[in-house]
Every structure is written in structure tokens, then in C-alpha cells.
């Protein structure tokens, strides 16, 4: 392998901003690792399925992990759309975009070698046991020999974020972590089948693992390449170190919990974690990784041929209906009170509140939650209504979806319904316009997301710190907001439809916002064009409903 191609790949897993030189750089993972010491999921499967609580429950943990988005990272379809459209707007550096990308999407591959990720999704995969297979490793994502094999050196700090955790290089005999102790004979069976030898690490439960990949900043380029800012893309370890729950994380208060008790809750009774010689385990954690992405889940289904998705249909059902039990179940809360009069104008005050370990929406900037509020006449007729969903995945007053340079302003008061609460992040660029490039975002122009309990937004630091008018609103506190609704007229309605008026708030979240799809449609590439195809398609199902609230209002 050429020295400057790693150089590339040193400078990626390091987090360099500059060019890289002609030497390969030294860090955590600056050296190559051999495709031979990762295995694709699949070869885990036989030991590793067909496992069965006492009381009869499936909890396979390979047939729960193939059916999770950790193991489309590679297929996601707008990951993939997303890195074309880098590439086509920073050509010059293009090398570095993939491997930076590939380094948490496709880790496999970017840790044994220069990536290409077109060039991978591409290539024919030989057979499923052959484990120099680059292609199929790539496409295999977030799998078990990843994440079981990361060490334990510095997680949880910036030298292990944006994708740098360690593994060991070299051949040889390779650990694989676990949060149990393995009996000898036992860990025996596991080398001789499959060259990994089970260690305990209880590293492996916490947060500070998956921080490694979901705490990212991304440097953003300007002509030719050049660096000309960073910004902290993904804080989700970071939010959640702030809240409650991180300050019980310990076992000292009850709220305490980490990322895996939410996104991998544990299993009630002792079971076997193994199908050949398992013994019964306590606290096993389930494989689902279930997150809030059941709309991408239902899309890698629906074009599962064009995609390459292997896991089953029905398995992709399950896991998009656990993302929206999580999303409507344990996210956040929304109530109308009080209500009151001023004269002929209702004042009603919506208070959410995020039940989250951090920020609501979190991650990737493509997410948003908003409040949806309607009043209706005793005939069911809308008398006023803010942030209506539209079929093409718009939100109705949007600024933001009106045009690809507005950004919707947080309000603490709605009186029009041309004005509509948007929980988010929006960035721009080095010239202050909005954009959805994330190498061309240098700052966030509004970060109004919900914070978790016990966040204070008065100490936190830039990289999580709230921007926009939310920072001078005296309601935007930590686990919750206030948004006072102005709805006038109402005593003007004609008399016939006066009486009984109902107003309802729905809370609702999208994981990919209508302009981060529809500004895709101006490059004009395969996998850009694919996604905007896949996304209006089905943009009117783009939205989950996390919770609502409705009272009636007497006028008379």
C-alpha cells in the first residue's frame, strides 16, 4: 500500500484539519489492521441466534442485530446520498471525505485500508466466509467484531471520538469483550470456531463506547479544499454527561442510565447468550439498537432489492415498530394548561417536556421535532392551526421548508399561523447562509433541541450549548419548554358554530427534515437521485407522532 494513501487514513482516524503529508501519521489507529481480524456478522449467527428466555421469548442476538440500523450504516441510502453530495462539493478531497465517513459507517473496511465507498458497495462479494472480503465486510456496517473488539484506552475522550477508537493491530489471537467473566473451557470452544477468544471488558456496557462514533465533529471546507471551521455534528455523549441521568449512572440515583439501557434494554431473566454451551447470564442486553429511525427501517424494506438488504421483511417491521414504541412510549410529553381568556383571544400555554437522556432531537441535524396546534369549531372545522404536516413532508409556516436559505425562529409566543415551534439544530455556513452540507456548516445559527433533565444551559459549553432565541428564553430550561398560543377571533366566529371549541397540540418528530431531502434533488448523481425518489415516495409517512394533548374550550 502507497505510504501517502494511509496517510490519508492517519490523518482521518486522527481528526487532522490539514492535509495530509507523506508519512502515515501515529495515533490511536494510524496502522492498518488485516481484513482477516474482523468477521462479518454473519459468522457470529450460528452461535449467537436461536436463543430463548425461560419464559419463551426470542431474543436472538444476531437475528435482533441484523434487522437494526447498525447493521444498514453502510446501506442507508441517505448516507449514502449525503457522501456523493460532499464529494461533488469538495472534489479535492474527496479520499479523506469517505474515509472519515467510512470510519464509523463502514469501520470494518476503513480500519484495513484506503476506502472507496462507491467502489465497495459495488463490488461482487465473493462468499460469506471468506474473511478478507473487503466488500463485504464494508457492506456488513456496525457489527459484532467492531464494537466487541474496541479497546478500552481513552474511550469517552476526544482522542477516541469521530471514529478512533483501538483495536488491536496485527494478527495473532484476538480478543473479543464481553461484560462477563468466560470460563476457560468455554472460552476455548469460541477460539477454535472462530479465532476469537472472549474476554471480560465491561467497557463494553457503557456510554463512553458509544461516544466513540456518535460524538463527532466535522471540519468544514471552503475553496479548494481548505479548512475553514469544525463543527460538533453529534454531541449526544456530551448531552447526556450533563443530564440526571448521566449523574446517576453509577448505581447512586435512581435515575441513573446509560445509553445501553435505553437503545439495548436488558432482558429480565438469566439467559444463555450463546446457543452451543450457553450458560445463563443475567441482564443479557438485547441486540435491537432501537432508535428513532423507523421511517429509514420501513424505506431499506420497501427497496430492499436496489439496496442489498438482507435481513427479512418481517424482522424490519418489528424493529421499525420498536423504534416507534420507543418514540412514543419514553420520549417526551406534551400538555395544554393553563387555558384562559384576554378579551376575544385564547391563551393557551404548551409545555413539552423530553424524557430523553439527552437532547430531543439528537445526532445528525437532519432531525426535528415541532408542536403541531389546532383549534377546532363544535363542527370539527379548523378555526387556526400551526405547523400542519404537509403530504410532501414540508411543515406548513416553515421558513426553513420555503426555502432552502430560511431558517423557522424558536418562539416563546405563536399568535400567527404562519409561525410554528421547531425544535432543531440549523447551520450555516462560513457566509452566514443555511445549509444541510455538513463540510460546509462552521456554526449553528439556531440550537433550540429539547434538553434533558438536569442540563443548565447557562454552563454548557460551545460545542452543546443552546443557540438562537432559545438562549434568552427564561422558559427553555433544562427537560422542558414553554410555548405560549395566541389564538384570537374565536368570539367572532359566527354564532352557529360557536359553543364548544377543542384545542389540540401533537408533538411530532422526522429523522430527515424535507429540506436535507429535497436539496439533494440539485446534484446530479445516482445515489442522490435514488434518495429523493425513495423520500417522496413516502414523505407523508415521514413522521412519527411522540405524543398529544387536547382540551376543550367553552366560549360561551
Given amino acids: ?36 481480524s474482523f468477521a462479518a456478522g454473519a459468522d457470529c449467527l450460528a452461535c449467537h441466534n436461536g436463543l430463548t428466555t425461560p419464559s419463551g421469548e426470542d431474543v436472538s442476538i444476531g437475528a435482533a442485530w441484523q434487522a437494526s440500523m447498525m447493521a444498514h450504516s453502510a446501506r442507508d441510502p441517505y448516507w449514502q446520498a449525503a457522501v456523493r453530495r460532499e464529494i461533488i462539493d469538495h472534489p479535492e478531497r474527496s479520499a479523506e471525505i469517505q474515509q472519515e465517513c467510512a470510519a464509523c459507517h463502514m469501520p470494518m473496511a476503513a480500519r484495513t485500508g484506503p476506502v472507496d465507498v462507491f467502489a465497495l458497495l459495488a463490488a461482487p462479494v465473493s462468499t460469506a466466509a471468506d474473511r478478507t472480503d473487503r466488500a463485504a465486510l464494508a457492506r456488513d456496517g456496525v457489527s459484532c467484531t467492531v464494537c466487541h473488539q474496541i479497546q478500552p484506552d481513552g474511550l469517552g475522550t476526544e482522542a477516541t471520538t469521530n471514529g478512533r477508537f483501538r483495536v488491536l493491530a496485527g494478527g495473532g489471537e484476538r480478543p473479543i469483550f464481553g461484560p ?23 467497557h463494553v456496557q457503557s456510554a463512553a463506547l458509544c461516544a466513540s462514533c456518535h460524538t463527532l465533529t466535522t471540519h468544514a471546507l471552503g475553496a479548494g479544499g481548505t479548512v475553514v471551521g469544525s463543527l460538533p455534528e453529534q454531541m449526544p455523549y456530551a448531552e447526556w454527561q450533563r443530564s440526571v441521568f448521566a449523574g446517576g449512572a453509577d448505581g447512586a440515583s435512581p435515575d441513573g442510565r446509560t445509553c445501553q439501557d435505553c437503545h439495548m434494554p436488558a432482558v429480565a431473566e438469566p439467559t444463555p447468550i450463546a446457543s452451543v454451551l450457553g450458560e445463563p447470564r443475567p441482564d443479557l442486553s438485547r441486540h435491537t439498537f432501537v432508535g428513532a429511525n423507523a421511517f429509514m427501517l420501513r424505506m ?25 414504541r420507543l418514540l412514543t ?32 432531537p439528537t445526532g445528525y441535524p437532519s432531525r426535528r421535532v415541532w408542536i403541531e396546534l389546532t383549534a377546532t369549531d363544535a363542527a370539527g372545522r379548523v378555526v387556526f392551526s400551526s405547523g400542519a404536516l404537509s403530504p410532501d413532508g414540508r411543515i406548513e409556516g416553515n421558513d426553513a421548508d420555503a426555502s432552502p436559505t430560511g431558517i423557522e425562529p424558536h418562539h416563546d409566543e ?40 438536569g442540563f443548565d444551559p447557562a454552563g454548557a459549553p460551545a460545542d452543546i450549548a443552546v443557540r438562537g432565541e432559545a438562549s434568552a428564553d427564561p ?20 354564532r352557529s358554530r360557536r359553543g364548544s371549541f377543542r384545542l389540540e397540540a401533537v408533538l411530532r418528530y422526522q429523522p430527515i427534515a424535507y429540506r436535507w431531502a429535497r436539496n439533494l434533488a440539485a446534484y446530479d448523481a445516482p445515489e442522490t437521485r435514488r434518495f429523493v425518489r425513495f423520500y417522496d415516495a413516502a414523505a407523508g409517512e415521514s413522521a412519527t407522532v411522540l405524543a398529544r394533548a387536547n382540551v376543550a374550550v367553552d366560549i360561551d
Fill in 180 to 202: 462477563h467473566a468466560i470460563e476457560p473451557g468455554l472460552a476455548r470452544v469460541m477460539h477454535s470456531s472462530s479465532r476469537f477468544r472472549p474476554a471480560e471488558g465491561r
Fill in 414 to 453: 405563536i399568535a400567527r399561523s404562519e409561525d410554528v415551534q421547531i425544535y432543531e439544530a440549523a447551520m450555516v455556513d462560513a457566509a452566514g447562509v443555511a445549509t444541510t452540507g455538513l463540510l460546509s456548516g462552521v456554526r449553528y445559527a439556531k440550537d433550540n433541541r429539547l434538553l434533558p433533565r
Fill in 475 to 494: 422558559t427553555f430550561t433544562g427537560g422542558s419548554d414553554r410555548v405560549r398560543y395566541r389564538v384570537a377571533g374565536l368570539n367572532r366566529v359566527d
Fill in 329 to 360: 412510549t419514553s420520549t417526551a410529553t406534551i400538555a395544554i394548561a393553563p387555558v384562559r381568556f384576554d378579551g376575544d383571544t385564547v391563551i393557551a400555554d404548551v409545555t413539552v417536556s423530553n424524557l430523553a437522556g439527552h437532547k430531543l
Fill in 1 to 36: 500500500m502507497a505510504r501517502s494513501a494511509w496517510a490519508i487514513v492517519g490523518a482521518v482516524l486522527l481528526g487532522s484539519s490539514a492535509r495530509p503529508s507523506s508519512s502515515p501519521a501515529a495515533g490511536p489507529q494510524a496502522a492498518p489492521v488485516s481484513p482477516s
Fill in 300 to 324: 431499506l424494506d420497501r427497496h430492499r432489492d436496489a439496496l442489498g438488504v438482507e435481513a427479512p421483511s418481517p424482522a424490519l417491521a418489528e424493529a421499525a415498530s420498536r423504534a416507534e
